[in-house]
């Protein structure tokens, strides 16, 4: 196989960027992807197996045979997790990653997500950090990313933002009656509400049409296309640079090193389940938080013999995603509109500043809710069955809000993965293990949120409320992993540099959700995106042929 | 990926309901597949499991879950993603036929809606994991997508009031807003 510059393990998020930034460099890119390239018409609006709702299997992958991981319960017991079960904090595997699927929420951190420490101090117990890079560093990638994935919306109804040169290149979609209804409640509680930042068509963009205001959105493909993850935006002109390849279904086995410790190439397994050696001058590891150390991990050798960029047992550390809170508001008239997404009205207002407490969170209403979203959401003190809960379905389904949002989550050192030392997947490979948790402080400030999210809906004329908030045993990852190889400046305490570089091998870089410090109060996908853009950038301008300047 | 088409779901049962579509190709297919009705399901399995679904969900002015479909999905389901579940399908339906017995001298499915209640009640409180997982599965298949064989016309989507088919390519934007590139 012909030798090439770079190989990006990962069609994600990050991974469609990097190759799309490198191909329009110049350099020769092959792009890793373990999953198919699905389309619209791969859009099935199954209610039961889609990538949110899973009970009958993820529709974008992976599947469950032949996928496990292992998550440790708090008495130190191994459990086998199912890629569509909850404990396997899955996220996507497909050309898009989670971008095909995703609710397409794009929401910037605010300046304070990056200086955690310096604002709050270190709670004890917890590994809370700055970043080694800056809100003001990363905002012109933020603009970038905006205007080249497509971002709707508008900020202009809060001041809690960071500073932006350019308003978002697209207004936002019009309001549904969620928003009408939320809206005039949070001003009247001196709140800041406004539309949501999202990763969708509200007006032709990028030769794609608007979106169509479907009832299924967050976990499905979308059916007309207006919804923009990596798969339609960036991965498409990566391709037509001439410079890059995609190898969708091929499994990355492992980074292989020369005697001097560079990175030489990758191994992988192609679609037809063959072993195969891609040789290139760099390798960038945008696999998702959990996949890319797992894959680090899986790399040993003479000189790395616990893992690459594992000397002092960083990767894997940190492991965040985001507590998830909110609260249930039931209206004695209808609050459905069958316009979707659905999600549309946020505040701002509580991810920093609560006294005496760390961080917090954006809240906003929910996407709508299917049916069977609704089983498990009606009034506290409904039977879980009987003609009673199928009498609460029709009385609620219609005139029920919820308002949710994504609580910062407070890292940890040992709240982690590794990888299992007996449980392997289909390939043979050491599969990730889970154990350990989040701050409980997380836990504190979630419930502090689901309870602003009631007050919230009770100022909008709810009857009644029901708050959904408590202390999970594990660390939610999931769709929001993060963290697993922290940036930093001091190698024994972090995995890359600011520029995504491995402390230890200089042509290896794992551009993607791993190197989130922290993981803001935020959906991070913009985040990412923005992260992609500026280690991009930095690896394209620090390149000179077939090295690095040093 | 297993294959969600409906047409490779469907069980006599479903054929039957399909007759009345009036395809004569549909109705001639039922013949050779006389001999069950399931595909993992015992006729006594099936008709205690109605029993439960319809207590789970009963009829009023909508109908009720197994008159809805829901142990065709749930039938079918153990032939596909549902497989690791049939030990502790076979074994919870064993004991509500156990508990109706022992009770009532009768099976489940001859009880009066009342003796039902108090048995599946029974199963809540005696045979957790099962019930639970009776119960989530008997929900998936009411108010699920009716691809998967329940929700049959989708008549639990109807009784929330949701249009049925739902409403597509509403153009509710502004093309003279915004776009600026």
């Not at chain 2, 509500?96 to 009770?103: G, V």
Request: net charge neutral.
């Amino acid at each position: 196989m012909k030798r090439v510059n770079a190989i990006v393990i990962g069609a994600g998020a990050a991974g469609g960027i990097v190759a799309k930034e490198l191909s329009v460099a110049g350099l020769s890119v092959v792009l890793l992807e373990r999953g198919p390239w699905y389309t619209a018409a791969d859009c099935k609006k199954d209610d039961l197996r889609n990538q949110r709702t899973t009970v009958l299997g993820n529709a974008f992958g992976p599947e469950d045979a032949g996928n496990p991981r292992v998550w440790v319960d708090e008495a130190g017991q191994p459990h086998i997790a199912l890629p569509s079960e909850g404990a396997y904090q899955n996220n996507a595997a497909c050309v898009g990653g989670g971008t095909l699927s995703y609710g397409a929420q794009a929401w910037r951190y605010l300046p304070q997500d990056f200086r955690m420490r310096s604002t709050y101090g270190v709670p004890p117990g917890s590994s809370l950090e700055d970043w080694p890079i800056s809100y003001d560093e990363l905002e012109p990638f933020y603009e970038q990313a905006e205007y080249e994935i497509g971002i709707s919306g508008d900020y202009s109804g809060t001041p809690f933002h960071g500073p932006r040169k350019r308003p978002l290149p697209m207004p936002p979609l019009p309001p549904n009656r969620e928003f009408e209804i939320l809206e005039p409640a949070a001003k009247r509680l001196g709140l800041h509400p406004f539309h949501i930042p999202m990763a969708r068509n509200s007006v032709p963009y990028n030769g794609r049409g608007p979106c169509m205001r479907c009832r299924w959105c967050c976990g499905f493909a979308c059916e007309v296309d207006a919804k923009n993850g990596s798969q339609n935006t960036v991965i498409p002109v990566a391709l037509q640079s001439g410079n890059c390849e995609l190898r969708a279904g091929c499994m990355a086995k492992e980074i292989l090193t020369d005697e001097r410790g560079r990175a030489r190439g990758v191994a992988y397994f192609d679609a037809n389940g063959r072993l195969q050696e891609q040789l290139a001058d760099l390798v960038v590891v945008s696999a998702c938080a959990i996949e890319s150390a797992r894959l680090l991990l899986n790399s040993k050798s003479r000189l790395f013999p616990n893992g690459l960029g594992n000397r002092y047992d960083q990767v894997g550390r940190h492991l965040q995603g985001h507590h998830y809170t909110g609260a249930v508001g039931y209206f004695d008239f209808e609050t459905y509109d069958d316009v979707g997404p659905g999600a549309s009205i946020a505040i701002s207002d509580y991810n920093h500043g609560t006294p005496g407490m760390s961080g917090g969170g954006m809240l906003a209403n929910e996407f709508i809710r299917l049916p069977i979203h609704m089983v498990d959401r009606l009034p506290d003190r409904t039977p879980r069955w009987g003609l009673a809960h199928k009498q609460a379905m029709r009385e609620w389904h219609k005139r029920s809000i919820v308002i949710i949002g994504p609580t910062q989550q407070i890292p940890t050192a040992e709240g982690r993965m590794t990888v299992d030392p007996t449980v392997k997947d289909k390939w043979g490979m050491p599969v990730a293990r889970f154990q350990g948790n989040v701050h409980p402080h997380t836990f504190e400030m979630g419930e502090v949120q689901a309870r602003r999210a009631a007050a919230w809906l009770t100022e909008a004329g709810a009857m009644h409320t029901s708050i959904m908030a408590g202390n999970p045993a594990l660390v939610s990852a999931g769709q929001h992993q993060a963290g697993t190889c922290r940036m930093g400046t001091d190698p024994k305490a972090s995995v890359v540099n600011r520029d995504c570089q491995l402390h230890d091998v200089d042509n290896l870089f794992v551009i993607d959700s791993s190197v989130h410090v922290t993981n803001g109060g935020f959906n991070p996908a913009l985040t990412i995106m923005a992260v992609a853009y500026y280690a991009s950038s930095s690896l394209t301008r620090n390149w000179k042929g077939t090295g690095f300047r040093s | 990926m297993p294959s969600s088409r409906k047409g490779d779901l469907l069980t006599r049962r479903q054929f039957v309901a399909a007759g009345a579509l009036g395809s004569a190709a549909i109705a001639s297919g039922c013949r050779w597949s006389q001999r069950s009705d399931w595909q993992f399901l015992s006729e006594d399995q099936a008709r205690t499991l109605a029993a439960i679904c319809d207590q789970i969900i009963p009829a009023d002015q909508f109908p009720s879950a197994s008159e809805a479909g829901v142990l065709n999905y749930i039938d079918s389901q153990l032939m596909r993603s549902y497989r690791r579940h049939r030990e502790l399908y076979r074994h919870g339906l064993e004991q509500a036929q156990a508990i109706s017995r022992q009770r009532y001298g009768r099976d489940l499915a001859e009880l009066t809606p009342t003796q039902q209640f108090e048995i599946v009640s029974a199963l809540e409180a005696h045979e957790g994991p099962f019930f639970t997982l009776a119960r989530n599965h008997t929900m998936e298949g009411y108010y699920g997508s009716p691809r998967h064989g329940g929700n049959r016309d989708a008549v639990s989507w109807r009784m929330l009031g949701l249009s049925e088919p739902p409403p597509l390519g509403r153009a509710q934007y502004d093309l003279t807003k915004g776009g600026s590139q």
